[in-house]
């Protein structure tokens, strides 16, 4: 008994779901069927519908174009970001060149949702040959929007928001008090009755009459005698001559639009280069307003192909010798080795050759001329790095990778003689998980500093001196002492790695002033041991401790064929430079360099990299970084250093 009535209960509710579905089926089916099929006799365009009956598809029309211009891009992007459309339809008679970099950009930034579709342009009109291409570009639209429905916008007309409240009527146009409707922007139903009316009045077509069939017929003829066959919109399509308040002013009450035709292509406006990317800043007018506003929706990273256009020119200048250079990278780049790289990019932080060749475009008399953004960039650009590293570390040809890391036995580094004034080892660091500096974003600069500054403060006895808060005579003092770096350097900012310079950077300054460590200068840490004189086990000694309390409470990039990774490749490896000053009694500053070069040594003025010798004061250091051992680098400068004094004193 009781098991019937459960039987029947649920048969009761079957048969309910089922009614239910099949209720909800048809009438989505049916109100679909409506949308698509809708009779509009008798529908009211000033109240329009509660539902949104034209589908939300933008399309555009360019005939004969095989690229998109600066307009046409910041017109569809503005489309794109201010309407968001479910897809935009790029009507084109001809191929598009998709490598193109406006094209490019605008398909990182829309994907899928941008659908180019071939359109044959319109030849004839009820037999009638049409006379231009825009009067074929006119009946193209109509054409479209039958088809389709949805909005058409010309290419040079801007989205300022989304035309949603536009998307409610059977159609909707620009048609301002006392003049013809303007056709850059239609929203429209596929089935709208005016569409079909103004197809059919190009049964009298005037080919020799510019705006006749365009404008002036569908409102004396068809919208005159029947205006509730549209929505009509006075002012808020800016279809007017807006070319004063666009190009000579900064008209603030274009945000009351929704869109603005920008007359790119017309008389009114006299001087077309505002319209470029490399002008259109410089016109300090509403439309750089505009530009302005979509561009800065747009991540810097899917812009990045813009600057890189741009990069492509020098790029190119350098690779014909029209650029002249001695750098690594003028001998090893080859225009093979750019076209394979060209299109690489990296999954981690997105970057390009263009970010690691950057600093020796801008700076010709670079001596290497590379500075890499992010540790998988060492890889991705292999072919040009490599080469680039083997030459400046002097490697051999079958260089098989970085010995393993090894400090080796402190005790046998001994001290220096009395003609050695100060002696310095520096190592640098890159903190796994971050990008190198040039990709580091303001943020990123600032949870570095943190992150490296707590652990020492916790670790070691010293103070924290951030260079934003730091005083002008504080900080020329300490670059006058030797301890910090000056200004961020050209080739670094050619390199991008000046960005939110001083955010972030720093030095810590142990209380004895022995022990250094700089954040977000270069790299993100540079760690220092020095002191006057030449005792440079003492020093060395103090640097392996600190490294072991740093590498407890740090995790750094480390690359089992490269060592340790920083953004200039000449560090790669070990990172280690030991320095010495020093001032000779006999041997002359060539006479030096000479033998130093034999002894894998390296000689530098007495401000360091970048500078000239200065009351004989020499600044003696290992060349390589790359291909020994940490230890081995301090034993090449203590034995190579020991070798050249004693050279000196026997020249006495
Ligand atoms: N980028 C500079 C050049 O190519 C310096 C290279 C080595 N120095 C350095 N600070 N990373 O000449």
Known sequence: MRKNRFAALLLLISALLIIYLVKLETSYLSSSRTLANYDFSG??????????????????????????????????????????PSHMMLHTNVKMEEKSKYLTVLRSVMGDGLVIQHLPQPSHVFGV??????????????????????????????????????????????????????????????????????????????????????????TKQILVPRPGLV???????????????????????????????????????????????????????TFATLVNSVISQVADEQLSVLNNAALEDKLTKYLNNQIQSNSLLKKHLTPEIFADLKHQMTSSFHSTIFDVVKTGLSNPDSSVGVLVPDTES??????????????????????????????????????????????????????????????MTKQNLIDLEQTVRSVLEQNFAGTYHSLPEMTEEFRKDLVDRHFMFEDCDRFNKGGGGCQHWPTGRGIYISNDEKFLVW????????????????????????????????????????DPYYGFLTFCPTNIGTTLRASVHLKFNNLKQSEVKNEAKQLGLQVRGTHGEHSDVK????????ARRLGLTEYEAINQVYTGVNKILDLDRQGK
């Open 231 to 285: 929505h009509r919109v006075y002012t808020e399509f800016g279809v007017e001559a807006l070319d004063k308040e666009l190009y000579q002013q900064n008209w603030q009450d274009y945000s009351k639009r929704y869109t603005i035709h920008l007359l790119a292509s017309h008389k009114y406006l006299h001087d077309k280069a505002v319209l470029t990317e490399e002008e259109y800043n410089k016109c300090n007018c």
């Open 519 to 558: 954040i977000n200068e270069e790299d993100h840490l540079r760690i220092i041991s020095m002191d006057k004189g030449g005792d440079l086990f003492a020093i060395y000694k103090r640097l392996v401790e600190s490294m072991n309390i740093l590498e407890s409470h740090l995790k750094f990039a480390h």
């Open 43 to 84: 529908f009211n365009n000033t109240v329009g519908s509660r539902k949104l009956l034209v589908p939300n598809i933008i399309h555009f029309i360019i005939f004969d174009k095989t690229d998109v211009d600066f307009v046409m891009f910041v017109c569809m992007l503005s489309a794109w970001l201010n309407h968001r």
């Open 615 to 622: 009351g004989g004061i020499m600044d003696i250091s290992n």
């Open 378 to 439: 060492y890889h991705t650009f292999k072919s040009l790095l490599l080469p680039i590293i083997k030459d400046y570390h002097h490697l051999p040809e079958d260089f098989v990778g970085q010995p393993n890391h090894t400090w080796g036995n402190v005790n046998t580094i001994g001290k220096f003689g009395s003609e050695v004034i100060s002696t310095r080892i520096r190592i640098a660091r890159s903190i796994e998980g971050y990008p190198l500096n040039s990709k």
């Open 129 to 218: 040959k049409l006379a231009i291409v825009h009067h074929a570009a006119d009946v193209a639209r109509l054409q479209v929007l039958s088809k389709y429905g949805g909005i058409y916008l010309d290419w040079d007309v801007f989205v300022v928001k989304s035309l949603n409240s536009f998307r409610h009527y059977e159609c909707a146009i620009g048609w301002p008090e006392g003049a013809y409707t303007g056709n850059q922007v239609i929203v429209a139903h596929k089935n709208a009755r005016f569409l079909k009316l103004w197809l059919q009045s190009y049964r009298d077509y005037h080919p020799s009459e510019w705006y006749y069939n365009g404008g002036e017929v569908p």
